[in-house]
């Protein structure tokens, strides 16, 4: 079994910056993509950039040039930098990465908040 933990959420003001970071733990798994999503009241969960196991990455384009994804391979962490952050960036943020157990299958953390004031 693999869980993935998130911590770094919080409050901040606009123009302010966080960090997120997500470690997946367990035994005897690979990973390949990980990512970030986001959940807003009343709206659809969305990707917010990804990265594979080689380090391509991919962000939606509201969070291009703000937004940082980065992973650590050898411990299983995915990070996201947050920079110049907005009101509209305010949702859950979900970590999640493709992993193989015996079959590959997508695992998600249990979402960290993050509230952006104006």
């Known amino acids: 079994q693999v869980q993935l933990v998130e911590s770094g959420g919080g409050l901040v003001q606009a123009g302010g910056s966080l960090r997120l970071s997500c470690a997946a733990s367990?035994?005897?798994?690979?990973?390949?993509?990980m990512g970030w999503y986001r959940q807003a009241p009343g709206n659809q969960r969305e990707l917010v950039a990804i990265?594979?196991?080689?380090?391509?990455?991919n962000y939606r384009d509201s969070v291009k040039g703000r937004f940082t994804i980065s992973r650590d391979n050898a411990k299983n962490t995915v990070y996201l930098q947050m920079d110049s952050l907005k009101p509209d960036d305010t949702a859950v943020y979900y970590c999640?990465?493709?992993?193989?157990?015996?079959?590959?299958?997508?695992?998600w953390g249990q979402g960290t908040q993050v509230t952006v004031s104006s």
């Open positions: 999640y990465a493709n992993i193989l157990i015996r079959i590959w299958n997508d695992y």
């Open positions: 990265i594979t196991s080689g380090g391509s990455t």
């Open positions: 367990g035994s005897k798994f690979s990973i390949n993509a």
